[in-house]
């Protein structure tokens, strides 16, 4: 068990170098980056919105509950939310949410091309397939991954507000003042960092996962499952030394 | 010319290529046939290097294709030009896409050039204002040609096809294995068909060699394999009751 984790866990870092090489063409990269760019982006721009506003909005209402007293300030509602929000809530839950949305695509992507042999006939053609076909998905998922997140933190923020104007827990600014208290510059980049980390890890081990696949559909099947089992874990796990070692 | 010499190939425990020796000469169809499971595909897998020989040693014109560096590999793979057995499209790109790809990544062409190359291609598989579909939207023999098509848009020195007529009718199939020999005589390639249709070996075969779980048994050509003496071929062979027939009528 422990020799097969192992032998994994080389044949990733073997297949991150195979991925890290010089593109064959510029021009052919960059054009892969920017439609990868459009279909990551696009594509899970409207299920990071839904559960974005969900989010927010369920957050606003159970902490009014728990903090319902005369002795809390009234600013301490929006605080919560937006801490809850920006520095966990929204990084996490929506990094594990493309796990599902833009990891199990990559790894389908990639899967079905070794199973129909596509990548067999890029390696022919005398293409690096790891590189040509991984190296725009970690890119544009690095690029695109923290622009939704910074998306996912506007929208759950603005469901929050939106709840706070029909439930009337309390007043809108209060809650604005809440939000806008204790700024600091710092959580921007501790939130980015595990979005950037959290990015690699979905695009990397969901490619690593499609790439090694062998045989036919049943393991496209189980690729898919593993690929976001790992990635999952990694997240969870990563998330908590980041913010170990960060806060 | 691609010489094999003593190459083996081990999964595991088994030994699924057993000191094989034989070549492929150039400006002819070279046919590798033998049941399904004998070591065909994995045989052309070693030629292309998807796979690595364990023992022996594969020379394409005297160059020994084991020792080249990832750089000459990449090379020489760029004088190669192989259909698979699926055609292996590319799904998300149309005809005409897949056909330029190798002209994209391998050549420096301006989009005029590789467009004209594309359409060269195509009207000789005969494919003409087929650019714009998608693999999807093609018929089996479609796709088999839309891959010949990309196969020898770079002007390969080296064709591989496996199993380039599975799945197709048999006058489609005639088609074929037609544009795959017109197409290595007219550009003097060395051309590596994998099959085991016998209506492939009486009419492209001007080398085949017969494999048989995974030793060489026979080699020889299209004149000479239905006179065979050679059981395990014949076996083979004459398999199906139309080929009985035949030898009986022979």
């Known amino acids: 068990m422990i020799i097969k984790l192992l032998e994994i866990i080389g044949e990733y870092f073997l297949f991150l170098r195979k991925v890290f090489t010089k593109p064959y063409k510029g021009k052919v990269f960059f054009r892969r980056l920017i439609d990868e760019m459009d279909s990551m982006g696009v594509g899970s721009l409207l299920i990071v919105a839904i559960v974005s506003i969900s989010m927010g909005s369920v957050i606003t209402i159970q902490t009014a509950m728990q903090i319902e007293s005369n002795w809390v300030p009234a600013w301490t509602l929006g605080f919560t939310v937006r801490t809850s929000v920006v520095m966990e809530l929204c990084p996490t839950i929506i990094s594990c949410l493309l796990v599902g949305a833009l990891g199990s695509r990559i790894s389908s992507e990639i899967g079905s091309m070794r199973v129909t042999e596509q990548i067999d006939a890029l390696e022919v053609m005398g293409i690096n397939s790891a590189s040509y076909l991984v190296l725009p998905k970690i890119i544009a998922s690095l690029i695109v991954n923290p622009i939704l997140i910074i998306i996912g933190i506007f929208f759950a923020l603005t469901g929050g507000y939106v709840t706070i104007l029909i439930t009337g827990v309390t007043s809108p600014y209060d809650f604005i003042d809440g939000l806008t208290s204790f700024f600091r510059m710092y959580d921007i980049v501790y939130v980015l960092t595990k979005t950037i980390v959290f990015a690699f890890v979905i695009s990397s081990v969901s490619s690593f996962y499609g790439y090694r696949i062998e045989g036919g559909a049943l393991e496209l099947g189980k690729a898919n499952v593993n690929g976001f089992v790992v990635a999952s874990f990694l997240i969870l796990t990563l998330n908590l030394v980041i913010t170990q070692i960060m806060l | ?250």
């Open chain 2, 1 to 250: 010319m691609i010489t094999i010499n003593n190459v083996c190939k081990y999964f595991g425990d088994r030994k699924v290529l057993n000191d094989i020796n034989t070549s492929f000469e150039q400006g002819k169809v070279n046919l590798v046939i033998g049941r399904s499971g004998s070591g065909k595909t994995v045989l052309m897998k070693c030629l292309v290097g998807l796979l690595t020989p364990d023992e022996g040693e594969i020379l394409y014109d005297g160059r020994n294709f084991n020792l080249f560096s990832n750089k000459e590999r990449q090379n020489i793979r760029t004088e190669m030009g192989m259909v698979f057995q699926g055609a292996a499209l590319f799904d998300s790109m149309t005809v005409q896409d897949n056909v330029m790809f190798p002209l994209n990544m391998l050549t420096s062409q301006s989009w005029e050039e590789k467009l004209e190359r594309v359409n060269v291609c195509l009207k000789r598989v005969d494919l003409v204002n087929s650019n714009n579909f998608f693999p999807a939207e093609l018929s089996g023999g479609m796709k088999k040609r839309a891959a010949i098509a990309r196969a020898i848009a770079c002007n390969p020195q080296y064709l591989f096809c496996d199993e380039p007529n599975s799945g197709l009718d048999p006058k489609t199939a005639l088609l074929i294995d037609e544009l795959i020999i017109e197409i290595t005589h007219e550009f003097d390639m060395t051309t590596v068909v994998n099959t085991h249709d016998i209506n492939s070996f009486i009419t492209i075969g001007e080398t085949i060699s017969y494999i048989h779980k995974g030793t060489l048994e026979w080699r020889g050509n299209m004149d000479n394999v239905m006179s065979s003496d050679n059981e395990k071929l014949n076996d083979f062979i004459f398999a199906q009751p139309l080929t009985q027939r035949i030898r009986n009528l022979m």
